[in-house]
């Protein structure tokens, strides 16, 4: 993939491509990724089960979810709050809130359910105010991960949880076994990746099509960056996906999370989807599962995925 260059790193452009592209194809976005909802909703039900009963039941509680997209995480909070309790749904995208609105109804929370859009940079909550913080593959979509770390520190109560999920692990990529397993089933059950990593390295094996399929949503997001004078040049549809997906390739080191979150203990986490896309895609299949199973007693703590848990001392 085409790498951004350094002029379309600034924080602003990150957010803006982030909230136009799930404004536009917020529509679709359970559809494309239903293999991460399927496969997280067991995990996030026994987390939220665990980490909601240990606080107090006597006070009322308030969650936020960042992030909440079309309500994959809220449906399952929603089980575990009560009359009194409040869930706030929060998110970059109005097209994104009103789907989750939407998809919430089905759930029937006997919460209060409070819908607010934001961009993470400014946490919609005053200080002290939260219980329970909840977040969903959203930190890599953050141009700047440390801003947010503050202002949960900032809306969190003392003894209030910080639960992060579904973020790349850095550590994944340092395992060579488990690096190597994942890049020869990426090969063998994506082919054209081959022609893809030669075209890179200028080797192209493939006929030039005469022209590129017209693409609506990069051409909308562009028109409107030239617009806000937030664009010099346009974007290509690689570099609208890596705006999106900011620091999905890098990911995040576990060491580098505890040290923004100073004042917070680990109390949880696990790696998982050891064979990445690779596993998500084809996790039925008796042979990739196994597979990755082993590779996750083997080497627990390199899966490309990880979910921790933080408590806020």
Not at 139 to 154: D, I, Q, V, Y
Request: glycine content about 6%; hydrophobic content about 35%; overall charge positive.
């Amino acid at each position: 993939m085409p790498k951004i260059a350094k002029n379309y790193a600034d924080p602003r452009l990150v957010l803006r491509v982030n909230e136009l592209f799930h404004d536009l194809e917020g529509g679709a976005y359970e559809h494309a990724h239903d293999e991460i909802l399927v496969l997280e909703t067991s995990r996030w039900q026994r987390i939220a089960e665990k980490f909601l009963g240990n606080l107090s039941r006597k006070a009322r509680l308030k969650v936020l979810d960042v992030g909440s997209g079309s309500g994959f995480v809220p449906r399952v909070l929603a089980k575990f709050l009560n009359i009194g309790d409040s869930l706030v749904c929060s998110d970059i995208s109005e097209r994104m809130l009103k789907e989750c609105r939407e998809n919430l109804k089905s759930a029937k929370p006997r919460c209060e359910v409070i819908y607010r859009k934001s961009n993470g940079i400014k946490l919609p909550a005053e200080d002290g105010e939260i219980d329970l913080i909840t977040m969903n593959s959203v930190l890599h979509h953050l141009p700047e991960p440390k801003n947010f770390f503050k202002e949960a520190g900032r809306v969190l109560k003392s003894g209030g949880y910080l639960l992060i999920g579904h973020e790349p692990n850095k550590s994944f990529y340092a395992q060579p076994v488990v690096w190597t397993f994942y890049r020869c089933l990426y090969l063998m059950y994506h082919p054209k990746a081959i022609f893809e990593t030669l075209s890179r390295r200028g080797i192209n094996l493939k006929k030039r099509q005469s022209q590129a399929p017209a693409d609506p949503t990069a051409e909308a997001i562009n028109n409107i960056l030239f617009k806000e004078g937030l664009l010099g040049k346009p974007l290509s549809r690689p570099q609208i996906n890596e705006l999106v997906d900011y620091r999905s390739i890098e990911g995040f080191s576990l060491e580098e999370i505890k040290t923004e979150l100073a004042g917070f203990s680990l109390d949880h986490f696990e790696t998982y989807n050891h064979l990445y896309w690779i596993y998500m895609q084809h996790h039925k299949n008796p042979f990739i599962r196994a597979l990755d199973t082993v590779l996750g007693n083997l080497y627990p703590r390199h899966g490309k995925t990880f979910f921790a848990v933080f408590k806020k001392n």
